[in-house]
């Protein structure tokens, strides 16, 4: 069981840091009615695709069905995000806790949850557009998925292992969406303000996930991050079966193979197995993106996105700056 006094050293930490991550949330962000849609698949749009995802021209079909593919499913991964984060605000509702006392946790959830439905709703409406039709897979697995936090686990269990499972891919499309700033440095091009817009939200859940495997994890208790690690791997397994899915049911209605000799997609593959592997150790520590970068990874980034991070060099140390951190005994 976890007391309040478990979380007593870091509270006020906790609070202040979220407070700061969302202070400028109604500024640095976007909605989709305000983009110029008549923009999202013109012919020099689709060229732009190939040149993201080929390195060249002439790929635009197996491009658009790849980014079809893409941010179809992670548009579906963005509204189930959405869905749990509200359902833990619902079971915060009652906990005295230090983290939960005020506005500031409620806050920047609510604006995480708010910000992915926008995202979702976005890139549907994108890929609608690049596709002409909808790649639809059997209910999105979303019973499943959601299911999954439908326990009787501690919300911050939850909530670490929401902000787990969604960091991966927040920080492989962080590398895409420098790739795209490098190809396209005056955004010129739809796709490239389409990701830089959703950056501006993910800069903020980037942090978020930062606080809870950060200064969160580790003040849980030794059964309650086991718990984060079975929530994840399971998210993580029905995660891989909608993407099958996505490819299947986007093969099918594109009519394109978009995954042989796609340089994109195998840097994407290699990215996101490499931060699987890395960030969800066994050992109890969870690790950001950029703690995990080797040299072989660094080259792969920068020769892909012409920078050698993840998410810049000022990921957080809130929890090295708290004394007194609780080791969960039980
Ligand atoms: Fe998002
Ligand atoms: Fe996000």
């Not at 962080?174 to 739809?190: C, M, N, V």
Request: proline residues 4%; contains cysteine; hydrophobic residues 40%.
């Amino acid at each position: 069981m976890t007391t309040p006094n478990r979380f007593s050293d870091i509270a006020s930490a906790i609070r202040a840091e979220l407070a700061s991550v969302t202070r400028l949330a109604h500024v640095r962000t976007f909605h989709p009615n305000a983009f110029d849609w008549s923009e999202a698949s013109t012919p020099s749009e689709l060229a732009f695709l190939s040149e993201v995802v080929y390195g060249e021209l002439d790929h635009e079909t197996q491009a658009v069905a790849y980014v079809t593919k893409e941010l179809a499913q992670l548009a579906e991964i963005e509204r189930h995000v959405s869905a749990v984060i509200a359902l833990t605000i619902g079971e915060l509702h009652d906990l005295p806790d230090p983290v939960n006392v005020g506005h500031d946790l409620h806050h920047a959830l609510s604006c995480f949850a708010a910000e992915e439905i926008q995202h979702a709703n976005t890139f549907y409406r994108y890929v609608r557009m690049l596709a002409g039709s909808e790649a639809r897979v059997d209910k999105a697995l979303f019973n499943e998925r959601f299911d999954v936090f439908r326990t009787d686990d501690h919300p911050y269990v939850k909530l670490v292992a929401l902000c787990c499972s969604a960091y991966v891919g927040e920080s492989v499309i962080t590398i895409f969406e420098h790739r795209a700033d490098a190809l396209d440095p005056h955004r010129a091009r739809f796709f490239t303000r389409l990701l830089h817009t959703h950056g501006l939200d993910e800069a903020r859940h980037i942090k978020i996930d930062h606080v809870a495997m950060k200064s969160l994890y580790p003040a849980l208790t030794i059964r309650q991050q086991s718990r984060v690690r079975q929530l994840v791997r399971q998210i993580e397994e029905l995660n891989r079966r909608l993407a099958q899915s996505f490819q299947q049911t986007t093969e099918l209605l594109l009519g394109v193979d978009f995954v042989t000799d796609n340089p994109a997609a195998a840097v994407q593959l290699q990215l996101t197995r490499t931060f699987a592997e890395r960030i969800f150790t066994e050992d109890g520590a969870l690790h950001t993106a950029d703690e995990v970068l080797d040299a072989e990874l660094r080259g792969l980034i920068s020769a892909f996105s012409g920078v050698d991070n993840v998410h810049g060099p000022d990921t957080p140390t809130l929890s090295a700056a708290l004394p007194g951190m609780l080791m969960g005994t039980q």
